[in-house]
């Protein structure tokens, strides 16, 4: 097969679903370097995202939480360990929806004396019985393939929260236009956050830096705090770190045994 039927096919694949290297290198009988190359050609190209391991399409159907669930699965619980570090007891902290924040509930189910303000069902059912964590589930109009809760009713008791701390995820995180998000009601929710935040943490995996993937934005334009995974690339921070406005935090991914 020619390279350029297989990027095609490659192309047609990932319209479906979210594929490693492994994955497509045994679809193709090739080598996984091979698929790199190609898959290093189609993100030029503009076709498609990178991700840890494999690649996404740009644009296309919107990913649902379980789709998502699978994907950077250790990147996430890394970023996840590292963020929890930021939150002190006492705190009030805005945990949005996604499976990145997810990842940080895991990390503060056990903790003591700190009130959880959240839309997303995945921190609601990480902290659920948690004993020590005060959850404050935030209503709304639940977007089913994210599981958050969005709209006038969300944003409402948002406007009457005073944080300490927001930990916000996105589908695309760019160091000039902000967070990425797939409808407006997600954007507008996301910049409450931001307003009622006396600091402000953005968690996302190396494959969501410089994507766009959708055409909402809810625009940083305060200092903040990016928490993203050692997979990330000087070339991917360098934008962030020339802003002037945001902190850089590495998380480090646990190596996998032999």
């Known amino acids: 097969m020619l390279a350029r039927d297989r990027r095609r096919e490659i192309s047609r694949l990932l319209q479906e679903k979210p594929v490693t290297v492994d994955e497509l290198a045994a679809v193709f009988s090739v080598s996984a370097s091979t698929i790199r190359r190609d898959l290093d050609r ?52 805005v945990l949005d929806a996604g499976t990145t924040v997810g990842a940080l509930a895991k990390n503060l189910a056990h903790r003591e004396g700190v009130t959880v303000v959240t839309n997303g069902l995945t921190a609601t059912t990480v902290l659920e019985h948690s004993a020590g964590i005060e959850l404050i589930v935030v209503g709304g109009r639940l977007r089913h393939i994210s599981s958050g809760f969005v709209g006038p009713f969300a944003e409402r008791v948002m406007a009457d929260v005073s944080a300490d701390v927001a930990f916000l995820g996105a589908d695309g995180v760019s160091a000039q236009y902000g967070l990425c998000e797939e409808t407006p009601e997600q954007a507008s929710l996301k910049r409450l956050m931001v307003e009622r935040a006396r600091e402000l943490y953005v968690l996302a995996d190396a494959s969501k830096l410089g994507a766009a993937p959708a055409h909402w934005w809810t625009q940083l334009d305060r200092p903040w705090s990016l928490v993203t995974d050692d997979g990330a690339t000087e070339e991917q921070l360098e934008p962030f770190r020339a802003t002037g406005l945001v902190t850089v935090h590495v998380a480090q991914v646990a190596a996998t045994p032999d």
């Open 42 to 93: 189609m993100t030029r190209d503009g076709d498609v995202v990178r991700t840890y391991g494999g690649a996404r399409t740009l644009g296309g159907a919107e990913q649902s939480l379980r789709e998502r669930e699978s994907i950077a699965v250790e990147q996430k619980a890394a970023i996840g360990r590292l963020a929890s570090s930021f939150v002190d007891t006492g705190a009030v902290a």
